[in-house]
């Protein structure tokens, strides 16, 4: 078992870090201060050829693997958390499906362009009344001919006014419950979609998050993701894969607050030498940073178990799972190392600690991981 990155690893991250650092960080303030949506900090994500990483040349990937794109994920988050849920939504949820379940056609016409940074994608599933109950969704799509008409209402969509390409998750007959939900690809400017209001949050307040509204909407059965009745099945394993890369993103957050932590603590004197010389103050950044190692571990496992076609759905509620919490516990901690400058936006923990909380709730809240973390493993027992 090998622990060590490789070479061309190695260069990658670097060369995101530097990508990062330069053309993302110094921007992140304002993102959240302004709700600001991350354009060209994206911009730069494409410009450097970060863009569809795990997916082959022929459909405008890069050809490389999972892996790769969570080291990415992890430099890009730990710049900035709005930009890292851009970056993974369009790879994870936008992206994934459509290459795992799209017809060579559906992958031309709308997965390369994703790759090659010219639209941006968004994912739909869960609605006002449905959230962890996917199953119970009700935005309903009804058979016309060549189209289905879709009416009803999405939430939470991360990219949402910004994108041009959705997975929307609909249901052909409610009654089926899941067996009825059936996965769409829906272009921004079809007649009928248009968008309600967009959300005022707590954190990743960069990201542009909206409703999606369908008032008999005609999509053409060309643009199914699949077969009806799949959907249910794309969306929970579309989920998997996403939860790797919000794995990720939660440890470049907790990275960017053990730094900050560091730094502060090394700096501020306090009875006559610095903050980190004391030792209870040393023995908390010990505990950050092997918390934050072991989230990452995990990561990486459920990435290389993903790349190897091995069933990951344990090993990426695990990733998710750990390094969301890790996430809001180092970055609650970063704040507290700070006093009261950790409460104001001088510094950038408070933000950090916002941006973390997220990680715990969406692609699965941490009951969500939880259960199927418990349902696996009582199945082999």
Same mark, same amino acid.
């Given at each position: 078992?090998?622990?060590?990155?490789?070479?061309?690893?190695?260069?990658?991250?670097?060369?995101?870090?530097?990508?990062?650092?330069?053309?993302?960080?110094?921007?992140?303030?304002?993102?959240?201060?302004?709700?600001?949506?991350? &354009?060209?900090?994206? +911009? #730069?994500? /494409?410009?450097?050829? *970060?863009?569809? $990483?795990?997916?082959? @040349?022929?459909? %405008?990937?890069?050809?490389?693997?999972?892996?790769?794109?969570?080291?990415?994920?992890?430099?890009?988050?730990?710049?900035?958390?709005?930009?890292?849920?851009?970056?993974?939504?369009?790879?994870?949820?936008?992206?994934?499906?459509?290459? &795992?379940?799209?017809? +060579? #056609?559906? /992958?031309?016409?709308? *997965?390369?362009? $994703?790759?090659?940074? @010219?639209?941006? %994608?968004?994912?739909?599933?869960?609605?006002?009344?449905?959230?962890?109950?996917?199953?119970?969704?009700?935005?309903?799509?009804?058979?016309?001919?060549?189209?289905?008409?879709?009416?009803?209402?999405?939430?939470?969509?991360?990219?949402?006014?910004?994108?041009?390409?959705?997975?929307?998750?609909?249901?052909?007959?409610?009654?089926?419950?899941?067996?009825?939900?059936?996965?769409?690809?829906?272009?921004?400017?079809?007649?009928?979609?248009?968008?309600?209001?967009?959300?005022?949050?707590?954190?990743?307040?960069?990201?542009?998050?909206?409703?999606?509204?369908?008032?008999?909407?005609?999509?053409?059965?060309?643009?199914?993701?699949?077969?009806?009745?799949?959907?249910?099945?794309?969306?929970?394993?579309?989920?998997?894969?996403?939860?790797?890369?919000?794995?990720?993103?939660?440890?470049?957050?907790?990275?960017?607050?053990?730094?900050?932590?560091?730094?502060?603590?090394?700096?501020?004197?306090?009875?006559?030498?610095?903050?980190?010389?004391?030792?209870?103050?040393?023995?908390?950044?010990?505990?950050?940073?092997?918390?934050?190692?072991?989230?990452?571990?995990?990561?990486?496992?459920?990435?290389?178990?993903?790349?190897?076609?091995?069933?990951?759905?344990?090993?990426?509620?695990?990733?998710?799972?750990?390094?969301?919490?890790?996430?809001?516990?180092?970055?609650?901690?970063?704040?507290?190392?700070?006093?009261?400058?950790?409460?104001?936006?001088?510094?950038?923990?408070?933000?950090?600690?916002?941006?973390?909380?997220?990680?715990?709730?969406?692609?699965?809240?941490?009951?969500?991981?939880?259960?199927?973390?418990?349902?696996?493993?009582?199945?082999?027992?």
């Amino acid at each position: 078992m090998n622990f060590q990155l490789t070479e061309d690893q190695l260069m990658l991250r670097e060369m995101a870090r530097e990508v990062a650092e330069r053309d993302i960080a110094p921007f992140a303030a304002d993102a959240d201060l302004n709700q600001e949506f991350p &354009r060209r900090q994206f +911009e #730069a994500i /494409r410009d450097a050829g *970060l863009l569809g $990483l795990p997916f082959p @040349e022929e459909v %405008g990937g890069q050809g490389a693997t999972t892996l790769d794109y969570v080291i990415v994920m992890e430099e890009i988050s730990r710049a900035c958390a709005s930009t890292g849920v851009t970056f993974s939504v369009q790879t994870s949820l936008a992206g994934l499906p459509l290459f &795992r379940f799209g017809n +060579e #056609a559906q /992958r031309q016409q709308f *997965l390369a362009p $994703l790759n090659r940074g @010219e639209k941006l %994608g968004a994912y739909s599933l869960s609605e006002a009344n449905s959230g962890t109950d996917a199953a119970s969704l009700t935005c309903a799509a009804r058979r016309d001919g060549d189209h289905y008409v879709v009416n009803g209402t999405k939430m939470w969509v991360t990219n949402g006014y910004h994108a041009d390409t959705y997975i929307v998750y609909v249901t052909v007959d409610p009654a089926l419950k899941y067996k009825g939900i059936t996965a769409l690809i829906i272009e921004k400017g079809t007649p009928g979609f248009t968008f309600g209001k967009k959300e005022d949050k707590l954190g990743i307040r960069g990201s542009a998050t909206y409703e999606l509204v369908f008032q008999d909407c005609r999509v053409p059965v060309a643009n199914r993701l699949g077969e009806e009745g799949e959907g249910f099945k794309i969306a929970m394993w579309t989920l998997d894969g996403g939860r790797i890369g919000i794995a990720a993103q939660a440890i470049g957050i907790a990275q960017a607050a053990l730094d900050a932590a560091t730094r502060y603590t090394q700096e501020r004197v306090q009875f006559g030498k610095p903050l980190s010389e004391q030792q209870a103050i040393a023995f908390t950044l010990a505990e950050m940073a092997t918390d934050i190692e072991a989230a990452r571990l995990l990561m990486y496992r459920a990435a290389v178990l993903k790349d190897e076609g091995e069933d990951h759905t344990q090993a990426a509620s695990m990733a998710k799972l750990l390094a969301s919490e890790t996430a809001m516990r180092v970055t609650t901690q970063a704040v507290q190392l700070h006093g009261g400058y950790g409460y104001v936006r001088e510094f950038p923990v408070e933000r950090l600690m916002r941006d973390a909380k997220i990680t715990e709730i969406y692609e699965g809240t941490s009951e969500v991981q939880r259960m199927v973390i418990s349902r696996a493993e009582l199945s082999v027992r």
